[in-house]
């Protein structure tokens, strides 16, 4: 891939996933950690593993470095076990996902040094078997941003998805074909605006592909509120959510960027001002820049 979309990718997925330090159950009752790292083998949504697939688990569970709470002391196998069997006990929680409020029943954490290690592993991983695909033979050579969306669908779904029309319009660079086939369920919470963003960086992609521009940069276009939440994200304008919505958050956000550049603290995400300042730190930071 290229190096902007690993340098992008933990700023791009914090957002829909969160950072979690122990282990919890997501909404379809899988145990993960981390960035949304599945450490999970059963095979069906919402059960109980068999005693293979829990096998298989643990052996998932202990590529990470677990530490002891309070103590900092690196955590036995037994003592992953323990963490593992007791929060996939809780399935009546998993509807809530990140909120289900599982740290109380954990003794492990991971730092985050251990997080950006796991995340960027179960990367290289997720590529090497997506590029082993046919259809994805060219992905050295795609734009940044359509590497960048594919990826992300790789991160919810895995590297052996099956979408065969959207397979179809990858291996022939057809982005806004792409674009319209990259949607999955349930169109839900950040599900749904993983959907979006990927959507948005698809189209991205045709048009870097049109006007000749590098390939090797992400382009964001902060022409609109979903693009300038994106922007802000970018710069490290934390929390906030890119739904595309000019709400009171957003508002905030923007005030907030637009004090510590010197700007008018107006909340008003088109404001000319604010898109070119926007755009002039994106650049500095190595994005390609649409719609200022």
Known sequence: MHQSVRDYWITFNDPLEGRVHFMY???KGYVSTGIGNKIDETAQDNSAPTAQERDASLVAANRLRWLVNDVDTEATPEDVATDWDTVKSHMELAPLGLHGKFQP???LHVDDEEVDRHVFA??????????SR?????????????????????WAMGPKFRFPKFQDHVR??????????CHFTP????IRIRNMLDRAHLLLARDVEDRGLPIQQIVLDVSDVFGVQGALLALDFKPLSQDGVDGLL??????????????????????????????AQLS??????FGA
């Not at 169109?187 to 950040?190: A, E, I, K, Q, S």
């Not at 008018?264 to 926007?278: M, Q, R």
Request: hydrophobic letters at 40%; aromatic letters at 10%.
């Open 25 to 27: 159950l997501d909404v």
């Open 105 to 107: 029943f954990t003794r």
């Open 122 to 131: 179960k990367l290289d991983e997720m590529e090497s078997v997506l590029t």
């Open 134 to 154: 046919d259809e994805f033979g060219g992905f050295a050579s795609w734009p940044a941003n359509a590497q960048l969306a594919t990826l992300s669908m790789c």
């Open 172 to 181: 022939d660079r057809d982005w806004a074909g792409a674009a319209d086939e």
């Open 187 to 190: 169109d839900v919470g950040t």
């Open 250 to 279: 957003t508002q905030g956000k923007v005030r907030e960027f637009q004090s510590a550049t010197g700007l008018v603290e107006n909340g008003a995400f088109d404001d000319p001002d604010t898109v070119s300042a926007l755009a």
């Open 284 to 289: 500095g930071r190595g994005f390609t820049v």
